[in-house]
Each structure stands twice: as C-alpha cells, then as structure tokens.
C-alpha cells in the first residue's frame, strides 16, 4: 500500500507565490512518473504539469513559465512551485504517482485571492 500526503496549500494574493509537496510513503519500490492535477469548482479535473522518472517535465500551457515541478528521488517527494499566481489558479490540486499502479493524493486547497 502506498500513501501520498499532500502539503503546503492554503491562502495567496495574486502575483504570490506557494510551494506544493507531495511526499510517498508505504510499499514505495520504484516510482515511474509524478504530477500535480487540479480541480476547480464546477470543472474537470485537469493535468497540471507532470515529471518523469529521468526528470522529464510537461506542463499545462496555463501554468507554463509560472509554474515548476520537481522531484527528490531519495525523498520520494514531488513538488510544485507556483508563482505570479493568478485567481483562476484557485483549485484543488491532487498529486498523482505510477509505480506503474496509479495513486492519488487527498488533494490540498489553493485559493487564490484577487
């Protein structure tokens, strides 16, 4: 069994910065590809940006150049580095990992204020 535990959400003014952390733990072996997902009220859940295990990123043209992932392999932990902010980031954000069995997170709340 795997757990993910989702951290550093919370309240930022437009242009703020937060930092997302995604730490794995449990029946962990080898890790494939990690990624941060969001869902807004009244939306689908959507890719946010995505690592994979040899550090290859993608990102959501949304959050492109605002937005950066990154992954500590040794910690088993994701991040999410979220700048200029903007109100219409305001989401759940849930991370994701494949073992190659996929696992979600609980999900942490990002609220954006403008």
């Known amino acids: 069994q795997v757990q993910l535990v989702e951290s550093g959400g919370g309240l930022a003014q437009s242009g703020g910065s937060l930092r997302l952390s995604c730490a794995a733990s449990?029946?962990?072996?080898?890790?494939?590809?990690m990624g941060w997902y969001r869902q807004a009220p009244g939306k689908q859940r959507e890719l946010v940006a995505t690592i994979s295990s040899s550090g290859s990123t993608n990102y959501a043209d949304s959050v492109k150049g605002r937005f950066t992932i990154s992954r500590d392999n040794a910690k088993n932990t994701a991040y999410l580095q979220m700048n200029s902010l903007k109100p219409e980031d305001t989401a759940i954000y849930y991370c994701?990992?494949?073992?190659?069995?996929?696992?979600w997170g609980q999900g942490t709340q990002v609220t954006v204020s403008s």
């Open positions: 449990g029946s962990v072996f080898s890790i494939k590809g």
């Open positions: 994701r990992i494949t073992t190659p069995i996929l696992y």
